[in-house]
């Protein structure tokens, strides 16, 4: 009895709150981790991305009580988690790995979710109908249950890695650990296993998650520690540690980061390396709209070619491009039409570009100006045409009548990439 109250009072009761404080970990002379911190609520996702061997799997480890911090201290509810009981721990604490381990090999589907209740079951080894009740349960969130009585060996990859996540459930944890657990799944699964995650998260649990993939940690996660060679260098929001310059530092690529319009999540697009500061003194002028200049600007600066714009609207996604590459620009203000010191600003920009770049843009009263700027200055004009102008024109006409001067005198595309060359061999 003195001991059984001894082990309750040293051991966590409380709500699953994660305190990582100064943790450096080792293996044997090998630092993988150095001076980690980290608190996680309930309720919330945190991601830890970073390159392989950045530590992100240590972290785990350290916090699942398998790997021992040299330096520093993890506590669950402030008790120290190597003074937890591994059946206690196990009680609050599941951990989904990479791949699903084959010592599950001749057990069925139920016996392996069955496996996850073994922390709540007492010491005769009797299963309750609270623990199949459980167990129920994490097989349907999972989508498992339909394969209940099957070998989990007979079962694909994706079904095995869902089981395990169905084991980790049986636990009713209060903090779940995932260390890159969808990372062998096809896109549909990831995210049906990643909306679990948040209505876990809804229900209270913590999720602590090492996401290879950033454009999924950004969508789920709260916030996101991104780690490099055991040390964590940016925690925040997404917003915070997804910024170009951390992708960089980190991962040594270039990335464009922007709100997706439709999940309004950060997306994240990684992008050929550029080298700033090995343009060509010849310019070409790009005039952009509607996100049709991000390409052509993107495609122009690769080649080494140096790039202007003009007019953008500071909302358009070609804005955000043309800033991305730090390129010469007239800027309007969003939805507004140009105004008449923007427009002398563009034509000043036309003026100096050996080639201006028409993309397949679409007319209308806010960026006529564009166009008249076009006729008015550009000393070559090359236009791309996907699509007829009628279908582009909603000026009543007139941008089709300055589109027609301009086209009879220019030459015209079809597609980006023999403009590209065309461009290219004008420049040199
Ligand atoms: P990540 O999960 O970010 O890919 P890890 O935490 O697995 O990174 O690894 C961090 C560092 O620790 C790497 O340099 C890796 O080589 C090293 N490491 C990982 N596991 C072991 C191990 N069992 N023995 C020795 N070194 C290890």
Redesign the pocket.
């Known amino acids: 009895m003195r001991l059984l109250g001894k082990e309750r009072s040293s051991e966590t009761q409380g709500p699953g709150r994660v305190q990582v404080d100064g943790v450096d970990c080792y293996?044997?002379q090998?630092q993988?981790l150095n001076s980690a911190y980290l608190t996680v609520q309930p309720g919330e996702v945190i991601g830890l991305v970073?390159p392989?061997?950045?530590?992100?799997?240590?972290l785990l480890k350290a916090i699942s009580g398998v790997l021992r911090p040299q330096v520093g201290i993890i506590t669950l509810d402030d008790v120290d988690v190597y003074r937890i009981k591994p059946k206690r721990l196990a009680q609050q604490m599941a951990v989904v790995p990479q791949s699903t381990d084959t010592f599950f090999f001749d057990f069925t589907v139920e016996e392996v979710v069955l496996m996850g209740r073994s922390p709540h079951i007492n010491f005769l080894g009797t299963e309750s109908t609270h623990d199949f009740d459980v167990v129920q349960k994490a097989l349907e969130m999972t989508d498992v249950a339909r394969f209940a009585d099957r070998k989990i060996n007979e079962l694909s990859g994706g079904e095995q890695q869902r089981v395990i996540i169905a084991r980790a459930l049986a636990q009713e944890p209060k903090i779940l650990l995932l260390d890159e657990a969808t990372s062998q799944l096809d896109i549909g699964i990831k995210i049906e296993i990643f909306d679990l995650v948040r209505r876990l998260a809804a229900s209270g649990i913590a999720v602590i998650a090492?996401i290879h993939d950033l454009n999924l940690a950004a969508q789920y996660c709260d916030r996101l520690l991104l780690?490099k060679r055991?040390e964590i260098i940016a925690d925040g929001t997404v917003e915070e540690v997804l910024t170009q310059e951390h992708i960089a530092e980190a991962f040594g690529v270039s990335a464009f980061v922007r709100k997706h319009p439709i999940t309004n999540a950060f997306s994240i697009t990684l992008l050929p390396r550029h080298t700033p500061g090995e343009r060509s003194s010849a310019k070409v002028h790009v005039i952009p709209g509607g996100g049709k200049g991000a390409p052509v600007i993107h495609a122009l600066v690769q080649r080494g070619l140096s790039v202007s714009a003009g007019v953008v609207n500071t909302l358009d996604t070609d804005y955000e491009v043309a800033q991305y590459f730090s390129i010469e620009c007239a800027v309007e203000a969003p939805f507004s039409p140009i105004s008449s010191e923007v427009h002398s600003r563009n034509l000043q920009l036309i003026q100096e570009a050996a080639i201006v770049v028409l993309p397949n843009i679409c007319f209308g009263p806010a960026n006529l100006k564009n166009l008249e700027a076009a006729e008015l200055a550009a000393d070559k004009l090359v236009i791309v045409e996907e699509t007829p102008i009628e279908s582009r024109d909603f000026t009543h006409g007139v941008a089709q009548r300055i589109y027609g001067d301009l086209r009879s005198n220019s030459p015209v595309f079809a597609e980006l990439t023999t403009l590209l060359a065309y461009v290219e061999s004008h420049i040199g």
Not at 52 to 58: A, L, M, Q, R, V
Request: glycine fraction near 26%; aromatic fraction near 6%.
């Open positions: 293996y044997l090998t993988a970073g392989n061997g950045s530590g992100k799997t240590t090492a780690l055991g």
